[in-house]
């Protein structure tokens, strides 16, 4: 099991950890989303078959792009 926080400038709400947690968790492989709009960050625990590159495409794909 992989874990990293990744730092994501867009987020400024409760509602905008909660869209990256609903889109990530679909995810084959994501087992943990957890979002903190204070510090603009998002911790993403995942097995294979996700990867970090998935990871960081999804949240492109929903304009919260990882910095």
Do not use: Y
Not at 39 to 60: D, G, H, M, N, Y
């Amino acid at each position: 099991m992989e874990k990293q926080t990744l730092s994501i400038p867009n987020i400024s709400c409760g509602h905008c950890v909660m869209t990256i947690k609903n889109e990530l968790s679909e995810l084959e492989g994501v087992s943990g989303v957890e979002g903190d709009p204070a510090t603009r960050s998002v911790t993403v625990q995942w097995e294979s078959p996700a990867t970090i590159e998935t990871i960081k495409r999804t949240l492109r794909e929903i304009d919260f792009p990882a910095s």
